[in-house]
């Protein structure tokens, strides 16, 4: 991608918790950025770091050679991507589309044939890590797609992520994300009833969570999320409602695949819940708050 020490133009669509930060850090690996969000606030922002503004999707991609949206949730994929001013309407033969979103694998492979309709390449790729790893530019990456278009774009990929992942065809890294999604969604609602369950039995359960860090329950959530869940600090790094959205994915892909996923449903009811009783906006680690009577009040 990068031909005669040129680094591509890459244009980054929806600036976000997440694609703000990730934008930032493609500016300091030295790419010039075409960016364009719903709203201008962060445009401006990025503009004053040496970003250009585009007043449009389909501008951002007659401009770029590569790319990038991260947004919410399909249907805004589909309008970006699919829409009158669209993506696929702007994009140039050769070009690269890479879609960072947590979608459902069937969209993912939909806008996909629409831009390589176009003579450009595509590839989904989202991401796990939160708004810490987009900072820190240390995001798992895992990407959907063919391995010569994966190769091509590997050094952008490296400016947002570290462990960065070709899963397998188009749609494989949404089926990643799924499986990331599910695995998350399960373990704050385990790591939220142990921390209920020492708390309600008379256990400080700040000294339960230590010890458990030292052993096989230990993981980055219980470390992470769990001190959250201790300072009742539910500020979000990923919305509750984007969670719910997610696991809606994860139900509906295994429902498509014939798989059996209790696991994955009742953590969709829990955040259903959540969203219901006026959590969306909270981080998704806040399901504690779902549990007992003495479950910490939120920020």
């Known amino acids: 991608m990068e031909s005669n020490g040129r680094k591509p133009t890459i244009g980054f669509i929806g600036l976000g918790i997440m694609g703000k930060p990730m934008a930032r850090n493609l ?25 250009k503004a585009a007043g ?24 970006v991507v699919l829409g009158g001013d669209g993506i696929a309407s702007g994009i140039k033969s050769g070009a690269t589309y890479i879609d960072m979103s947590t979608i459902k694998p069937a969209v993912a492979r939909r806008v996909a044939e629409a831009v390589q309709k176009k003579g450009a390449k595509a590839l989904d790729a989202p991401v796990s890590g939160g708004e810490k790893g987009a900072i820190e530019g240390t995001l798992s990456i895992m990407v959907g ?21 070709l899963v397998g065809p188009t749609g494989a890294g949404q089926i990643a994300k799924a499986a990331n999604q599910l695995v998350v969604g399960v373990t704050i609602e385990a790591v939220a009833e142990a921390l209920a369950l020492a708390e309600a039995a008379g256990v400080d359960p700040a000294k339960v969570r230590s010890v458990l860090l030292g052993g096989f329950a230990q993981s ?44 994955a449903q009742l953590a969709l009811e829990r955040f259903n819940r959540l969203v219901e009783s006026g959590g969306g906006e ?18």
């Open 27 to 51: 500016i300091k690996a030295g790419y010039k950025l075409v960016v364009h969000n719903r709203s201008r606030g962060p445009v401006d922002e990025l503009v004053k770091e040496g970003a």
């Open 56 to 79: 449009s999707p389909k501008d951002v991609a007659s401009q770029s050679d590569v790319v990038i949206t991260i947004l919410p949730d399909s249907p805004d994929v589909e309008s």
């Open 145 to 165: 797609g063919a391995q010569a278009d994966f190769d091509a774009v590997l050094p952008i990929l490296q400016a947002m992520g570290k462990n960065i992942v």
């Open 220 to 263: 980055r959530i219980l470390d992470l999320h769990g001190q959250r869940m201790l300072d009742g600090n539910f500020q979000p790094g990923f919305k509750a409602r984007l969670h719910q959205k997610d696991m809606r994915i994860v139900t509906d892909t295994a429902k498509e695949s014939n798989v059996d996923a209790p696991a």
């Open 282 to 299: 909270k981080d998704h680690s806040a399901l504690r708050t779902l549990i007992g009577a003495k479950a910490p009040a939120a920020r």
